[in-house]
Every structure is written in C-alpha cells, then in structure tokens.
C-alpha cells in the first residue's frame, strides 16, 4: 500500500486539511504524519490567528489520529541528524518518511525537498494538487467521494458546487477543481 506524509504546511489550512483527511479515510493509501508535524502545523495557526485556542487544535489532532489508521510515525528521530535538505528545518518530515516507507511527501514547499535529496530515498515530493492529480489517475472513484463529502460537510454555510471548486480554486488547486468541475453532478 502507498505510504504518503503529509507535511505541516498543508495541514495548516483548514481548506487543504479536510481534502487530504476525507482522502486519507478513504483508505486506499496509507496517510501518515509525527506528532513533531502536529506541533508544526497548530504553533503556526496558533501564532498567526491568535484568537484560536489551543484546545480546538487538540482536538482536530485527536479527531486526525483517531480515524486514519496507523497513521503516527515514531522512531524515526535518530535519522534527522543523517539528513541533508535546503532547511535543516524539515529534516524530522523526511526522516519520518523514511522510517514510514512512505513513497510521497505532500508539501508546499517543494524547494526544501529537492529530488536529489528524495531519490536515494525513493520518495517524491509533491503539492496537495498534484497529488490529487496522481489519485485521480489511479483512483477517480476515491477522489469523487473525498470530494462529495467534504463538501456535504462544510456547513455555516453550505457551499454550492460552484462555491467549493471557487474555494479550492483559491487554494491553489486548479487540477482538483478541474476534476470536481467535470464531475459536478456527482459532487
């Protein structure tokens, strides 16, 4: 089964978060992060929207860890230090990867993940759309239904199709609303 580690970055908007969980549920891949990206991810919604609390975010990391399956990674700390990327910031979400045997990391930020550093490793970094994109391909049917559920549960207020692919649209997703445009009466 597929292993992919969803970076901190694309865990810090709600927006892409709930995309990557409905997917991640589906079950059809194994998604997986450490509770150092946790920590990554609510310190910087913490810092940059003070008014959340804490508590909310514990709480959307419970609710993560309790519906996907075996999706914590631990033991993977002594392979930080072996580690060689562009920001020594991102060394534990590679060293996690690999200890995972993850295949992909999803993450914005592409640049702190060169190929050459993944090659050896065998994992490719790729953005949330761009890894839709490659569920697509192998998987239309699981991308449909992540999809559908995820906007049957935006509430306060619902969303019309046209208003959730305009959402992921500014969320940097223009492969996903292409797919969710095409497929409209099934979302």
């Known amino acids: 089964m597929l292993t992919v580690v969803y970076d ?25 992060w450490s509770n150092e990206i946790h920590e990554e991810w609510m310190r910087s919604l913490l810092r940059n929207q003070p008014a959340l609390q ?6 959307t990391r419970r ?5 996907v399956d075996d999706c914590l990674i631990e033991g993977y700390e002594h392979l930080v ?13 590679l060293a996690a990867a690999i200890h995972a045997g993850a295949r992909i990391i ?3 930020n592409l640049d702190d ?5 993944l090659a050896p490793y065998g994992i490719e970094a790729m953005t949330p759309d761009d890894f839709v994109a490659y569920l697509i391909h192998s998987a ?8 559908a559920l995820h906007r049957a549960n935006l509430r306060n207020p619902s969303r019309t199709v ?5 959402s992921l649209q500014r969320h940097k997703l223009p492969k996903t609303v292409a797919f969710l445009r095409k497929h409209r009466l099934k979302i």
């Open 162 to 166: 046209d208003e959730f692919a305009e």
């Open 81 to 93: 230090d072996t580690l060689h990327l562009p920001d020594s910031n991102d060394r534990h979400v």
């Open 106 to 108: 999803v993450t914005f």
């Open 140 to 147: 239309p049917e699981v991308v449909l239904e992540a999809l």
């Open 63 to 67: 609710m993560m860890d309790e519906h």
């Open 54 to 59: 804490r508590e909310r975010l514990e709480r």
């Open 8 to 32: 901190a970055c694309v865990l810090y908007s709600a927006v892409h978060r709930d995309l990557l969980m409905f997917l991640a549920v589906s079950r059809s891949f194994r998604a997986c």
């Open 113 to 117: 993940f060169p190929k050459p550093a």
